[in-house]
């Protein structure tokens, strides 16, 4: 699925809708514009920059282990740990992100998070899309 010229990517996995960011302003954008509170997120861990990206949940699902596992995996490769083996991937929802006052655009603070280890991998359309790799994001 398409999404050049937005200030995110859109996929689809197992019929959940993810969205990942392209870049620090579009991130802010994304966590806390578009993305609703029942909607989860996720983002690399340990301070890393990348992409902040959002399964959304208009249907207040669970959101099952293997979408959000996938997710993460798209979180990992959309950061500057793409090229580790595995990298570890925090979640949550997004009524448990804030904006610290004063913060730089991409960063966030986490009330409550879980973890996920993964290894990297885009999604299957990303290497079509030639718009850079997200990696100048928080």
């Known amino acids: 699925m398409a999404s050049k010229g937005r200030p995110f990517r859109r996929v689809e996995v197992d019929g959940f809708e ?3 960011g392209r870049g620090a302003r579009e991130n802010d954008e994304l ?13 690399v861990a340990g301070g890393t920059p990348g992409s902040h990206v959002v399964i959304r949940n208009p249907d207040k699902l669970v959101v099952p282990r293997a979408v959000i ?3 993460a995996s798209y979180a990992a490769w959309f950061s500057k ?3 580790a083996a595995s ?8 009524s448990d ?6 913060a730089p655009a991409g960063l966030v603070q986490l009330e409550r998070f879980r973890k ?3 290894r990297p991998a885009p999604p299957a359309d990303a290497a079509s899309e030639g718009d850079g790799d997200g990696l100048d994001t928080e």
């Not at 966590?31 to 983002?43: I, K, N, T």
């Not at 992100?97 to 004063?102: D, L, M, S, V």
């Open 69 to 71: 596992e996938r997710a």
């Open 97 to 102: 992100i804030r904006k610290p006052r004063g």
């Open 116 to 118: 996920v280890r993964v």
């Open 31 to 43: 966590s806390f514009g578009v993305a609703a509170p029942r909607d989860s997120w996720l983002h």
């Open 18 to 20: 993810v969205l990942i």
């Open 87 to 94: 990298v570890e991937v925090h979640y949550c929802l997004v």
């Open 81 to 83: 740990a793409r090229n």
